[in-house]
């Protein structure tokens, strides 16, 4: 038998196999649809939280000054659009252009969140967060991005992502950038540098944390001998 | 417009070809699933070629992409072009094979002559030379044998011929050929027993 006959005879097995091993399968629903579920979703978690929070003061807080519903917005609009992105990106024939999406809202978030910052320094009542406050904001927005994480993969788990890395990257942001979102329902000061460098590192940690999540639950689809299709 | 001039981007009749075969075999039409999975191979091959996988890899890449496609079928949108998925698909695998052979290639180097340089690690010269003297003393120890007893042992014991085999070549029957190779090796226990 030449190599020729062999290659496509190895294909032609392969082949076999796979067909074999078919069933019908019904398409995913488009990536808008879900993405819509998901965020759906967290706004049922949303309006939890907000039934347990005292609104008036938020909305208080939120339009003391521009940079506070500034913030706000941006991490709104991040979260909206980075899961938008998420789901695209999850296709296999989908470009890697899809996760500049939320960058626009997510340069609002950053910039309006830092000039909060320079608050502390005009108006010099502003409450600044202690280190312990800190330390909540910090458990609160990993322990709601926690179950947030693992239903966004668990719904993107039937796409094949072919970049999981960067899946990873999107999807944390839009979990970090919605749980923000819940944060600012329950949070008892403004924005100041401490609360800003807490909520960097929470949302550094989330990122990580789905990056981690997507390459373990994507990895299958980067097996060199897949024990099973 | 003939296959053999179909190329990466235009073939819209083949597309949409493979449009509906894919939409068959979400279904789980198997037929159609052989038919398509049979007229990607071609196509595969070419986009590995082109993103510069190696000849002797690109089956690799066409294999891998089968099982990607295989996987990834759900995630497949029938009002998309199939050739546009099939191929991010294709160039992803053959991307990623480069990858791994650049970083093995980074680790490993071929040489022949190392094989000459070193011991082999799996032979053992000190095993070899007492199954040597082993196999030696048997059959200094065979020879001594009555003739019949040695003829059963050999026949038996160490060309491995079945009673049936042994029977037909030595002209014996097979209750004299065994009680022969037992009294045979009880001969050889006493006597490397008494030795050792």
Same mark, same amino acid.
Request: glycine residues 6%; positive net charge.
């Given at each position: @038998?030449?190599?020729?006959d062999?290659?496509?005879?190895?294909?032609?097995e %392969?082949?076999?196999?796979?067909?074999?091993?078919l069933?019908? +399968?019904?398409?995913?629903?488009?990536?808008l649809?879900?993405?819509?579920?998901?965020?759906?979703?967290?706004?049922?978690?949303?309006?939890?939280?907000?039934?347990?929070?005292?609104?008036?003061?938020?909305?208080?807080?939120?339009?003391?000054?521009?940079? @506070?519903?500034?913030?706000?917005?941006?991490?709104?609009l991040?979260?909206?659009?980075? +899961?938008?992105?998420?789901?695209?990106? !999850?296709?296999?024939?989908?470009?890697?252009?899809?996760?500049l999406? #939320?960058? #626009?809202p997510?340069?609002?978030?950053?910039? !309006?969140?830092?000039?909060?910052?320079?608050? +502390?320094?005009l108006?010099?009542? +502003?409450?600044?967060?202690?280190?312990?406050?800190?330390?909540?904001?910090?458990?609160?927005?990993?322990?709601?991005s926690?179950? $947030?994480?693992? %239903?966004?993969?668990? @719904? $993107?788990?039937?796409?094949?992502?072919?970049? #999981?890395?960067?899946?990873?990257?999107?999807?944390?942001?839009?979990?970090?950038?919605?749980?923000?979102?819940l944060?600012?329902?329950?949070?008892?000061?403004?924005?100041?540098?401490?609360?800003?460098?807490?909520h960097?590192?929470?949302? %550094?940690?989330?990122?990580?944390?789905?990056?981690?999540?997507?390459?373990?639950?994507?990895?299958e689809?980067?097996?060199?001998?897949?024990?099973?299709? | 417009?003939?296959?053999?001039?179909?190329?990466?981007?235009?073939?819209?009749s083949?597309?949409e070809?493979?449009?509906?075969?894919?939409g068959?075999?979400?279904?789980?039409?198997?037929? *159609?699933?052989?038919?398509?999975?049979? =007229?990607?191979?071609?196509f595969?091959?070419?986009v590995?070629?082109?993103?510069?996988?190696?000849?002797?890899?690109?089956?690799?890449v066409?294999q891998?992409?089968?099982?990607?496609?295989?996987?990834?079928?759900?995630?497949?949108?029938?009002?998309?072009p199939?050739?546009?998925?099939?191929?991010a698909?294709?160039?992803?695998?053959?991307?990623?094979?480069?990858?791994?052979?650049?970083?093995?290639?980074?680790?490993?180097?071929h040489s022949?002559?190392?094989?000459?340089?070193?011991?082999d690690?799996?032979?053992?010269?000190? *095993?070899?030379?007492?199954?040597?003297?082993? *196999?030696?003393?048997?059959?200094? *120890?065979a020879a001594?044998l009555?003739a019949?007893?040695?003829?059963?042992?050999?026949?038996l014991?160490?060309?491995?011929?079945?009673?049936?085999a042994?029977?037909?070549?030595?002209?014996?029957?097979?209750?004299?050929l065994?009680?022969?190779?037992?009294r045979?090796?009880?001969?050889?226990?006493?006597?490397?027993?008494g =030795?050792?």
């Amino acid at each position: @038998m030449s190599d020729l006959d062999a290659r496509r005879t190895s294909h032609e097995e %392969l082949i076999e196999r796979l067909v074999a091993d078919l069933a019908p +399968t019904r398409p995913l629903w488009s990536p808008l649809l879900r993405a819509a579920l998901w965020l759906s979703a967290a706004t049922l978690v949303g309006v939890g939280v907000a039934l347990l929070s005292d609104l008036g003061a938020v909305s208080r807080r939120l339009t003391a000054v521009p940079d @506070m519903w500034l913030a706000f917005l941006g991490s709104v609009l991040t979260a909206g659009l980075a +899961t938008v992105a998420a789901f695209e990106i !999850a296709l296999p024939d989908r470009k890697s252009a899809w996760a500049l999406l #939320p960058v #626009p809202p997510l340069l609002l978030w950053i910039f !309006a969140s830092g000039a909060g910052c320079l608050r +502390t320094w005009l108006l010099p009542e +502003t409450h600044i967060a202690p280190l312990e406050e800190a330390k909540d904001c910090l458990m609160f927005i990993v322990g709601f991005s926690a179950p $947030l994480s693992a %239903l966004l993969i668990f @719904m $993107l788990r039937r796409a094949h992502p072919l970049r #999981p890395n960067l899946l990873g990257v999107v999807a944390g942001l839009a979990v970090a950038a919605t749980t923000n979102v819940l944060l600012v329902l329950r949070h008892p000061f403004d924005a100041a540098a401490t609360d800003l460098l807490v909520h960097l590192v929470a949302v %550094l940690i989330v990122v990580g944390l789905n990056m981690l999540a997507a390459k373990k639950v994507f990895a299958e689809n980067f097996e060199l001998s897949p024990r099973r299709f | 417009m003939s296959r053999d001039n179909f190329t990466e981007k235009a073939d819209v009749s083949v597309d949409e070809r493979w449009l509906r075969l894919m939409g068959a075999a979400q279904r789980g039409e198997r037929a *159609a699933y052989a038919t398509l999975l049979r =007229e990607c191979v071609p196509f595969i091959r070419r986009v590995a070629a082109r993103q510069g996988v190696r000849p002797d890899q690109i089956d690799d890449v066409v294999q891998e992409t089968l099982v990607a496609l295989h996987r990834a079928r759900a995630a497949y949108d029938p009002a998309r072009p199939f050739a546009a998925w099939l191929r991010a698909i294709a160039q992803r695998r053959a991307i990623d094979l480069l990858r791994r052979s650049a970083r093995i290639d980074g680790r490993e180097i071929h040489s022949p002559l190392a094989y000459e340089s070193y011991a082999d690690v799996s032979s053992d010269p000190a *095993a070899q030379s007492a199954a040597r003297s082993g *196999a030696a003393l048997i059959t200094a *120890a065979a020879a001594n044998l009555p003739a019949r007893q040695r003829e059963a042992l050999e026949q038996l014991a160490l060309r491995g011929l079945s009673l049936e085999a042994a029977a037909t070549e030595t002209g014996r029957s097979k209750g004299a050929l065994k009680v022969n190779l037992h009294r045979a090796l009880k001969s050889l226990r006493v006597r490397f027993g008494g =030795e050792g």
